[in-house]
């Protein structure tokens, strides 16, 4: 299932993420900041390379259609 995620490089969400891959799904990432989504992402032992990125944030429209675009679920 694929499956857009706000929030990734928090706590709560990247560890949300991490769950979200283990159990088979593609996430996509909505993250203002791509250089600390890599980092965030290092730490977790997670390929920031196998993980499409959606650069922007919740206040962005076009970011936010490509977030959604095909998803089947939001977190």
Do not use: N, Q, W, Y
Not at 7 to 29: D, K, N, Q, Y
Not at 51 to 61: C, F, H, Q
């Amino acid at each position: 299932m694929r499956v857009a995620l706000t929030g990734a490089t928090g706590f709560v969400g990247s560890h949300t993420l991490a769950a979200l891959i283990a159990a088979g799904h593609e996430p996509r990432i909505l993250v203002r900041d791509a250089s600390k989504a890599r980092r965030v992402l290092d730490g977790l032992g997670l390929d920031p390379a196998g993980i499409e990125t959606v650069v922007g944030d919740l206040r962005d429209p076009h970011a936010i259609d490509l977030l959604f675009s095909g998803a089947d679920a939001l977190i």
